[in-house]
């Protein structure tokens, strides 16, 4: 990602404010706003869109201020290798705390931050966008959809109300962890709506530290514990999705994994949860470090999620052909993605 721009919009006059970061960088030309209006125009299914111009790569969000109820163009102009999904989340979480500071005398800090926020999300590791994934009931909802295989972007919307009540979701942005992971492909099927393929079905498990603590009776426990499979259902994934997106936990993990013998002081540890003991608390009851005496912390368990071929989808996609819920085509297309 190369910039962020603001533009609140007048649809009489067009562009009425437009303030971007990094400031000094080249201003995006109206001729280029005026097609994104467009688009914005268009697609009235969507208040995200794209736009390629040469070498110009842009994607916008429109969103509606709450109190002027003036629309406002959040645009970000990208790298010609990025992947312009990836940004439609992040824009639909920061776009209504942006637009409201705007005019603030602090609105210049919340761009700076905003455009270090959206930076930080798009260089997310797999590990990271599992825990976006995860954290959602909506995604979770979904995922359980999908391990019976193909369905068209119709059907999957109605089962979502159909069997949890949701409406009017948005689909493309709850999908995007899905897409980034490689879990699932998306066909424009012949005759029919898009699809959605599943190609990589995945669960969480705790797995033990490489290393041996050097407190016997510790390492004893780890043993024990890790003596039946810990592969974590989805209610229990949720708690603890959260508690690792907790400030400082990414840190303490790194810092835990680099001396697992001896672990850490208990104070070091404190202080890298932004000295909050509750999390570290949390952390332990979860069976992921184990505290010895308050004085030193040792990791415990490591979190890792596991992509793995959904060949169980076989016995049931024979069961839905011959149902006709799916066609052959789909059929076919969903049994390839199983084989590669």
Known sequence: MKKLILVQWNVKTGPLNLVQFPPEEEIIPNEFLLKIWAKH??????????????????????????IENQPYFIILELDENDDVRIFEEILENIAEDLILKVGKPYFSHVLTETYTTIKHYSDLDEFQIFLRLFEDKNRIDILHILRKGVISKPKLEQNLEEQFGYANLNLDLLLTPFIRLGMISVLNDPGSNISFYLTYDAYACRIPPKQSPKVVDLEQKIIKFFSIPQILDDDLLQDIVKLHQQPGVKELNSLLREDVPNGIDYEIALTTVRNDPTILEELERFSFIYIYEEKQVFLFSNLQFVKFNPSYLLHILKKRYESKEISLEQLIHQIEFISK
């Open 41 to 66: 125009e268009m697609n009235s299914d969507s208040n995200f869109c794209s736009l390629k111009e040469g070498k110009k790569y842009y994607c916008s969000l429109l969103k509606i201020h709450k």
